[in-house]
């Protein structure tokens, strides 16, 4: 089976086409994948703006899903669904892609998928490597940082979460501070590559406290007190501040894994969304499942980010299932994972 997947939540407008065979197993064929990132549109402003957001995914959804039609050497008829990002995310652009993607499925009279994005950043793993329900997860993006257990699609507990901040988000701050650019996590981490991770001693929240939840918001801060202190031509300083902060946070995540281990033990760990992308947390990550008797498994570094292939898969798991949606589905701003119960048709 073939599925399209149309992403609009935040920033970038993608669209895929994704083939698997029917049946449950993991690994598909990405036939096309095609990202506008509108990094260009919001770097003056430091940040994304929803209103030019949802205006950009306008403007270049339909040429996009021609783009991956193209790409792909398929017509419309060839696909045997279409997927979009149904929430959670900025409303204006997740309208955008489930109206495109509506509209398509009307007009073709295919089924329609509304994807929960964060289910789109937790099954992509099963796109290109063998795992197999369930998981524990280690969901590390933008707006959100989590630890779940996947059982399959709509079916999620939640061990744990931020009680503030989510740790892309720290990574964006600490980015901005130091006049590194927006997205900042890249910036930070090649930084970082040269810098000294013991130079600062910055706050660990929640670090050997019971549990799987999060925090965030106390590190923020003292990276913030930390680069008011800095000398801003001491580039050597600047590069130890960041790999000072990334260490941090990868004791932090370690920490509250190993936590999560044992709370729900699982011989595979996983971690998705855009931090998975960071190869110095992956790496801390590999240490600590191994430690517990599992193995990190994350996606390849371009399916870390937003991106359609997620949503795309996703769309296959669900279709898998006959967990279609009906064309009257209103777009969530939010949409808890461990909330998407799922709803058959
Ligand atoms: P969400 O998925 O929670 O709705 P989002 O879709 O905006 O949020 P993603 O695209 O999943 O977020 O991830 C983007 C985040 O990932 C940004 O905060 C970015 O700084 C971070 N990120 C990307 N690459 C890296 C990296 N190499 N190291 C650390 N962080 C990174
Ligand atoms: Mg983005
Ligand atoms: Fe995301």
């Known amino acids: 089976m073939r599925v399209l997947g ?11 086409i994704v083939e698997a065979p ?15 990132s509108q990094q260009t549109e919001h770097r003056r402003f430091g940040g994304v703006v929803p209103e030019i957001a949802a205006r950009a995914h306008l403007e270049r959804i339909d040429g ?41 499925a ?14 789109g ?48 988000e720290c990574f964006d701050k600490t980015a901005k501070l130091l006049g590194l650019g927006f997205p900042g996590g890249p910036a930070v981490e090649r930084l970082a590559r040269d810098g000294d991770a013991q ?19 106390g590190l923020k801060t003292a990276v913030r007190q930390t680069v008011e202190k800095l000398d801003p031509d001491d580039e050597r300083a600047r590069a130890d501040l960041c790999a000072s902060f990334q260490r941090t946070v990868g004791d932090v995540l370690a920490d509250r894994c190993a936590n999560a281990l044992a709370m729900a033990p699982s011989p595979t760990l996983v971690v998705a969304g855009g931090v998975a992308a960071n190869l110095y947390l992956r790496g801390r990550l590999e240490e600590v499942a191994a430690r517990n008797g599992a193995r990190l498994v994350a996606p390849p570094v371009k399916l870390c980010t937003d991106n359609g292939a997620m949503i795309a898969w ?21 949409w808890p994972l461990d909330a998407s119960a799922p709803v058959r048709v």
């Open 6 to 16: 149309i992403e609009t939540s935040c920033d970038e407008t993608a669209v895929a």
């Open 22 to 36: 029917a049946g449950s197993a993991p690994g598909g064929l990405i036939l096309a994948n095609v990202v506008y």
């Open 64 to 104: 996009l899903v021609e783009d991956a039609l193209t790409e792909a050497r398929l017509g419309l008829d060839d696909l045997d669904a279409i997927a979009a990002t149904g929430g959670p995310g900025l409303i204006g652009g997740v309208m955008v892609g489930v109206m495109a993607a509506k509209g398509l």
């Open 106 to 119: 009307f007009a073709r009279e295919k089924p329609f998928l509304a994807i929960n994005h964060l289910e």
């Open 121 to 168: 950043h937790a099954l992509t793993v099963r796109l290109t490597e063998q795992v197999e329900f369930p998981y524990l997860l280690l969901l590390v993006s933008g707006g959100h940082c989590q630890l779940l257990t996947v059982r399959g699609p709509g079916d999620f507990t939640r061990l744990g979460t931020t009680i503030d901040d989510a740790v892309g």
């Open 199 to 217: 130079r600062f001693s910055l706050p660990r929240p929640m670090w050997r406290k019971a549990g799987c939840d999060f925090s965030f918001s």
């Open 314 to 334: 996703a769309g296959i798991e669900r279709l898998r299932l006959g967990l279609t949606d009906a064309l009257d589905f209103k777009p969530r701003p939010r």
